[in-house]
């Protein structure tokens, strides 16, 4: 069965920064495409940034651009820097299986397998 174990998630000041992972088992490591969504209060889930099962390719969303990277090995993680108050979300790791190589999806309904969650929370 596959499961997805998220942590890093935390409480910190506008420019700060965090780490968050995700622990993937069940799942080819090399084989799925992994996308880190978020979710505010009171907004719809939003996807953040993909990467492909390759590694090499991946994309952020236009609020993150330049302060968020992804990267993956046999987990995948997301570095946030330069955090700012509208950032504040419940943070969702996402895996869709047998992915092609080089690609990956940013539409929420194709990814199948999906972490608990982790909150996090930036304070101004």
């Known amino acids: 069965q596959v499961q997805l174990v998220e942590s890093g998630g935390g409480l910190v000041q506008a420019g700060g920064s965090l780490r968050l992972s995700c622990a993937a088992s069940g799942i080819g490591t090399r084989s799925a495409a992994m996308g880190w969504f978020r979710q505010g209060p009171g907004k719809e889930r939003e996807i953040v940034a993909a990467v492909s099962p390759s590694g090499s390719n991946t994309y952020y969303a236009d609020s993150v651009k330049g302060r968020f990277t992804i990267s993956r090995d046999n987990a995948v993680y997301l570095q946030m820097n330069s955090l700012k108050p509208e950032d504040t979300a419940v943070y969702y790791c996402?895996?869709?299986?047998?992915?092609?190589?080089?690609?990956?999806?940013?539409?929420?309904?194709?990814?199948?397998?999906w972490g608990q969650g982790t909150q996090v929370t930036v304070s101004s």
């Open positions: 996402a895996a869709s299986a047998r992915w092609p190589y080089y690609t990956y999806p940013t539409e929420s309904g194709k990814y199948n397998y």
